[in-house]
């Protein structure tokens, strides 16, 4: 669910809402607002507040190229880069969260964040 709060926009996991309340108070979006906008760079649904999107790459041995070819992680997607070793991929999205674990849960040894380089964090939401 997306939501405005506060001037802020702010995106609740229905899974996660517990308690809801029927309310005659009216809400509209800001007449700028578009949803496509506001998500073209995320991987998923999370958008940190203060940042940017940038490119980050990303290496992978060949099954695991096959894999993102064949599912893409974002739009933005390209091959960079390709060898009978190893492909490139690059992206244009925020540095999220769970955009790492993604990347991560296929073993670092099969795909590697190779930018941005040095800023790897892990980053919680609040």
Partial sequence: ????EENKIKIFG????S???KSMEKSAYPKDFSLDSYFEHCYGIVRLPNTEPQVIVIWAI??????YKANPLHSSQKVVEETADY???SLFVYFTYDLQQEIRS???ERVKIIKPENELKIERYS
Avoid: Q, S, Y
């Avoid at 669910?1 to 405005?4: E, I, K, Q, R, T």
């Avoid at 229905?14 to 809402?17: E, K, M, S, T």
């Fill in 1 to 4: 669910m997306v939501a405005g």
């Fill in 14 to 17: 229905l899974d996660r809402i």
């Fill in 19 to 21: 308690g809801l309340h």
């Fill in 62 to 67: 060949p099954i695991k190229a096959a894999f």
């Fill in 87 to 89: 492909t490139l991929f």
């Fill in 106 to 108: 296929h073993g670092e």
